[in-house]
């Protein structure tokens, strides 16, 4: 990697934690990946109090990769992080749906 790549956080559709393999983080008013490990794709919706797009279509994994990426763009003034996913693949009831975001603190699913 060159030293002036920027790596971005892959956000896992299943428990909110960052999964590229590569590290990187959120930053507002960054780009991020949606990261989806299901066989299937996922319609994100209610997504405007934290990105640019109200809503995503994160495709599946492409053949022989672990995830499918979907790119977004956290605002610069988040003021929720709610969304839903279609069909729903978060697999952890009570945490945050985005772990470590920058402020103000995500609602718990």
Excluded: R
């Amino acid at each position: 990697m060159a030293p002036n790549d920027t790596v971005y956080a892959w956000i896992s559709l299943e428990n909110g934690s960052n999964v590229n393999p590569n590290g990187g983080s959120l930053t507002k008013g960054q780009p991020f990946y949606w990261a989806n490990k299901a066989s299937v794709s996922v319609s994100l919706t209610g997504c405007d109090g934290f990105c640019t797009a109200s809503s995503y279509d994160v495709p599946a994994p492409p053949s022989g990769q672990t995830y499918g990426l979907k790119e977004a763009t956290l605002l610069s003034a988040p003021t929720n992080w709610n969304f839903s996913q279609n069909p729903n693949q978060w697999n952890v009831p009570g945490q945050p749906k985005i772990q470590n975001p920058p402020m103000p603190m995500p609602e718990v699913a």
